[in-house]
């Protein structure tokens, strides 16, 4: 049974940046890609990017281009999401989800989420 | 990219009846590429639903999809208590993927 674990809520000023981890177990983290979608509060659900760890090769969506950075350590099953520039708009959950196949974006295993919230 | 409308946005009705969700893109999703999830509050997504019409594991026979083109089609042949929730639609045929903004199914 795969499981996605996600470090805890953070508080961040306007302009910082914020780097949120997803710890995965069970399954083999290198075989399969992780993704990042938020949802802002009381909205849907939008996708950020994600990451093939055995590749190490990211592609992000062309909103965030610039702005997030998805990478992963093999060593420790654990995927990254850091987002700079951070704005009162970025205030969201954020979560991983691991993408069923390498090349289709079905996410099958989420995280539990992590708040961010941007105020100054 | 493709945009995701789902329709209505509440659905209210009564454990034991039958639901019917729809989701309309503004373009063809290739190879019926459509998921559905649903979300309770304060949990992460669920899928149920991908390829347009095969179950995740786990997820009863009592939800179902259907649809291709543009308009797909999640039912709900009896709601359970546990089934009142927001379901999204999501395309993953296109990049980039996208949800639309979903149907909250609430009870009446």
């Known amino acids: 049974q795969v499981q996605l674990v996600q470090s805890g809520a953070e508080v961040k000023k306007p302009g910082s940046s914020v780097k949120v981890s997803c710890k995965a177990s069970?399954?083999?983290?290198?075989?399969?890609?992780i993704s990042w979608v938020r949802q802002a509060p009381g909205q849907g659900l939008e996708w950020m990017g994600r990451?093939?760890?055995?590749?190490?090769?990211?592609n992000y969506a062309q909103k965030f281009q610039g702005r997030v950075t998805i990478t992963a350590d093999k060593s420790t099953s654990t995927a990254y999401m850091e987002l700079s520039s951070l704005r009162s708009e970025d205030t969201a959950v954020y979560y991983c989800?691991?993408?069923?196949?390498?090349?289709?974006?079905?996410?099958?295993?989420w995280g539990q989420g992590t708040l961010v919230t941007v105020s100054s | 990219e493709i945009v995701l409308t789902q329709s209505p946005g509440t659905l209210s009705l009564s454990p034991g009846e039958r639901a019917t969700l729809s989701c309309r893109a503004s373009?063809?999703?290739?190879?019926?590429?459509l998921a559905w999830y649903q979300q309770k509050p304060g949990q992460a997504p669920r899928l149920l639903i991908y390829?347009?019409?095969s179950r995740a594991t786990g997820i009863p026979d009592r939800f179902s999809g259907s649809g291709s083109g543009t308009d797909f089609t999640l039912t709900i042949s009896r709601l359970e208590p546990e089934d009142f929730a927001v379901y999204y639609c999501?395309?993953?045929?296109?990049?980039?993927?996208?949800f639309g903004p979903g149907t909250k199914v609430d009870i009446k």
């Open positions: 989800a691991r993408d069923q196949e390498w090349e289709l974006v079905i996410l099958d295993y």
């Open positions: 069970g399954g083999t983290f290198s075989s399969y890609a």
């Open positions: 990451i093939i760890p055995i590749l190490g090769i990211a």
């Open positions: 373009q063809s999703v290739s190879s019926s590429y």
């Open positions: 390829g347009a019409s």
């Open positions: 999501q395309q993953y045929g296109s990049s980039p993927t996208t």
